[in-house]
């Protein structure tokens, strides 16, 4: 989907960048500290201050997937991918390897943050493409127009869309044809010619 509006939540206020995400910041830190583990370690740091900072990396990387397995396994009473991935790390240090215990929590917390911000833009896409549809449309009922909002429409209604109009909901044209304006669904630049028989998507304008 790529419409001007995927970067705005349905309130009309935009998403915040991955700068401002707290699992996205968290998760950079625990590779900062990693890195800082790994090259100080090259440079002749003590081994107990290198083990510190990939305690840090480990502890700040994991804390929100591993509470959120935790989570799971206490409500859901299941063990989820993130449980282990934290006996994994846990059994690293145990055995002496934070550096690599270090690594596994960065790359899944990087992932998790990943996937995380990704939904939630989707999210706020689909919200914003709900807030281009119109709120009303006009219907023919008993051989007459009448206005109704959107959410009364029932599958096999007749509606009419007028030049410079949102279509209300999908649908398919009956009668007529026209230009329609799909940029907010599609991202398509130049509108789209539909006839009789054409399927029309919810919040594109008619030309």
Not at 18 to 40: C, D, E, H, K
Not at 103 to 129: C, D, P, Q
Not at 147 to 157: N, S
Not at 191 to 199: M, Q
Request: hydrophobic share 45%.
């Amino acid at each position: 989907m790529a419409c001007p509006s995927c970067d705005a939540v349905a309130n009309g206020q935009p998403m915040p960048p991955p700068w401002r995400n707290l699992q996205v910041v968290t998760s950079a830190l625990s590779g900062l500290l990693l890195a800082i583990g790994f090259f100080g370690s090259m440079l002749g740091i003590s081994p107990l201050l290198e083990t510190g900072f990939y305690l840090l990396s480990v502890f700040i990387g994991g804390w929100y997937f591993i509470k959120e397995g935790l989570e799971t396994l206490l409500e859901e009473h299941q063990i989820g991918i993130e449980i282990l991935m934290a006996v994994a790390a846990v059994t690293a240090g145990l055995l002496g390897q934070w550096a690599e215990a270090a690594m596994l929590v960065f790359l899944y917390s990087i992932s998790e943050a990943a996937e995380g911000y990704t939904e939630e833009r989707t999210r706020n896409a689909i919200r914003a493409l709900m807030e281009l549809a119109p709120k009303t449309a006009l219907v023919i009922r008993d051989n007459q127009e009448i206005v109704i909002p959107a959410e009364e429409l029932r599958v096999g209604d007749i509606f009419i869309v007028k030049p410079g109009e949102a279509v209300a909901t999908d649908g398919e044209i009956i009668e007529g044809h026209s230009s329609l304006n799909q940029a907010p669904v599609t991202g398509e630049s130049v509108p789209v010619e539909k006839n009789t028989g054409d399927l029309v998507f919810a919040a594109t304008l008619n030309g």
